[in-house]
């Protein structure tokens, strides 16, 4: 997006633009890898509806929580200089049949790692990342063999008042991990035969909820949720988050408000689908005729003596909402923070209560350690048991994927894959501001749960699980091979650039997935596979490849990457995460074509308002439909400007992602996608005008036929940057 609005600053040359698209091309920003699903947390009494936040920047140093006279395994975060960190990407693929045989390895896998070097090397690695990635608050929780070995806290859950994290009492916000307890109550249903994983959704939702066929055959199943492959396009600016309280909507007003489109059929293709977490927790809701918040407490959080952890949110009582969080818990929750690149911005309480099944819970490091204790031991814990032998094979047991080797989900929960051979499962979560994980790793009877309230955490918490496999139990790295020279020999068949299938397909928001979506792979001419995505690059070494697939590891982890095949070229790949794909884009679509055609309209349009000052008084002679065309062009060129500079202005505006969130798509958005249609309106009347203005009139009173050239060509630029905004939903300011 920023392409196409800075084509309309007079100061944007053209060489200029297109330079700034092939890099914006390298650098373009995704959706939260785990796309998002909580909310940052809040001041312990939450601000009055509509109120902003009062307290503004706070400086790092500024953060000096008041310390308790006997802390319990709290460590208070002091700034330290910056540290590089190597950028890192989770990645994940089927488990092995058998066990992988390790030449060498710090410790056995069934061998404990010793409490001592497990805290010294946690508290390395999170104060490094703390003083590298500007993070204000850490908590931690490792448990194996059924105890917990760590549990800490890193830095300061709030502002003000200053309070550091404590990891048995701070409540961080932990994002889509909360989908995990939705899968468990769905499969409880199952357990209990009054859901079928094979059966229709819709014959276990009210009809208002129900999913419709939209030109599909296959109706969507119960099993496309937690396997996230129902077909729907994901939206989320403007209705994911609320910040005032009053805006909060009942989960079933939510899901007939904000019903996303169906794009594919479903069980085709797994893509990352908020919503369908929640059609699920609301599926569940109506078979027990209980609310969903309920549920959890009563049949998971609530056996497993997790009294820290919840789905409700601190707004005020309300008729047809849940009831909120209690009082008791408040005090406790942790802030979120953004990250401005010289200060702490305070973010007000973020709700979710609207979609709760897929990221509203809140938690600490304590209860998330009973919850990893509970899944490592198949779904029990003190004698309670959360769910039973069925269930458990089920979340272990691999799905049939759509390629050998794709990453994908077991059941809901995520799979990871780790240093040495190992295989973890467990789930990501990020809101605006916090960011989770959570890794089991049921070989090694491992949990490890970290969580930060600052919107730069993401590195940290991907990096963290994988860092402690590999330093106990991995044998040291290979150095990473040599490229491939047959890859190198067909570079064109991989290098494009290609879009995520986790994005909007239609209205505003498709249009700016194509420059937060967008990953470039080129091949280098040593032959290695390096994909840009998100500002981070990874490198990647060809293991096998055929007809219809390749398969790549990555060159300095444990990922894996693969891709499609037809007729010898790379049609799509897909995300080492499971959680979406990335198709190929032809040049008419590319984030490059429309930067060059904004910057066109942009000098067609200075050149046609320029000519209203200079030509000459021959050149001003025309007939009454050259008159009425002028005009129309004229005006048009008036509009791109201005809807350019709109968006240009919305962009210097944007650099806070919550923002974007809140107000979209705002009057600036607004106002100058309402511009771009006026002007698109006009090209296409003053294209069906362009036979009668080459007729014109006598030779004494038409235009040259240099300016009928002139105003030929202009149109053209017009009518194909037009086209080029219909396609991806500039053009639709109701939307």
Known sequence: ????????????????????????????????????????????????????????????????????AAPKTVAVTPPRPAIAVAPATQGSAPPPVAPVQRPYARLAPGTAIPAAELEAFVDGAVRDAMAADHIAGVTVSVVQNGQVVLKKGYGFASASPARAVDPDRSLFRIGSISKTFTWIALMKEVEAGRIRLEAPLNLYLPEPLQVKDQGFKRPVQVRDLPTHSAGFEDRALGQLFEQNPGRVRPLSVYLRQERPRRVREAGSLPTYSNYGAALAGAAVAYVTNKPFETIVETEITGPLNMGRTTFREPYTRREGLPDPMASALRPDIAEGFHWTGAVFQPRAYEYISQIAP??????????????????????????????????????????????????????????????????????????????????????LNLGVFISTNTDTGGKLVRRLPEQIVGRFYAAPADLPGGGSQSLAQNAAAYAGTYLSTRRAYHGLEKFTALFQSVAQVSVTPDGKLVTRSGGAAQTWLLETADEQYARFQQADGPGTLVFQMRDGRAVRWFAPWGGEAFERLGWWRLPVTLSLLAGLTALASFGALGGLFSRGRRDARQTNVQARTNLMQVSSAVLWLVSMGGFAAWSGQSADVAAVFYSWPGPLVLLSSACALVAALLTAFTVLLLPAIWRGGRRLDSWTIGRKLGFTATTAIYAAFSAALLMWGVLEPWS
């Open 1 to 68: 997006m920023r392409l196409f609005v800075k084509a309309a600053l007079p100061a944007v040359a053209l060489t200029a633009l297109i330079v700034a698209a092939a890099q914006a091309q390298d650098t373009a920003p995704t959706p939260p890898a785990a796309p998002p699903a909580a909310q940052p947390a809040t001041p312990p009494a939450p601000a009055p509806a509509g109120e902003a936040n009062p307290r503004g920047p706070i400086p790092y140093s500024a953060l000096r929580p008041h310390r308790p």
């Open 358 to 443: 897929a990221g509203a819970a809140s938690s600490t490091a304590a209860d998330m350690a009973r919850y990893m204790m509970m899944i490592l031991a198949g779904g029990t814990l003190d004698g309670a048991t959360v769910y039973g032998p069925q269930t458990a094979h089920g979340f272990r047991a691999t799905l049939q994927r759509a390629a050998p080797g794709v990453n994908g989900w077991d059941d809901g929960f995520m799979e990871f894959a780790l240093p040495g051979g190992f295989r973890g499962q467990g789930h990501g979560g990020a809101t605006l501001s916090f960011m989770s994980n959570m890794v089991t790793i049921p070989e």
